[in-house]
């Protein structure tokens, strides 16, 4: 799915999109590419953030893109 559909469903479906990570944000969707790209050693800055806030509040959920396209159904 291309980012702009993702954006487009999940905007259909409530959500406010933001492109960074703050205390705010619920959920951080991570594409396929980036889980495959991505491994223990190397992150993306928004996944390096998100996982620094979970420390302190666990409010934030990462999630694959399966699960969000799962809880949208």
């Known amino acids: 799915m ?3 559909e ?3 469903l999940a905007i259909e479906n409530g959500a406010r ?3 960074f990570v703050t205390e705010e944000t619920d959920i951080l969707v991570l ?3 980036q889980l495959d790209i ?3 050693d190397v992150r993306s800055r928004k996944l ?3 996982e620094e806030l979970r420390k302190k509040s666990d409010k934030i959920r990462i ?3 399966k699960e969000f396209l ?3 159904i």
Request: aromatic residues 4%; without cysteine.
């Open 31 to 33: 594409a396929p590419r």
């Open 63 to 65: 999630i694959s893109e």
């Open 2 to 4: 291309k980012r702009e």
């Open 17 to 19: 999109i933001q492109n």
């Open 70 to 72: 799962r809880k949208l």
């Open 48 to 50: 390096i953030k998100a």
């Open 38 to 40: 991505f491994g223990a």
């Open 6 to 8: 993702a954006i487009e």
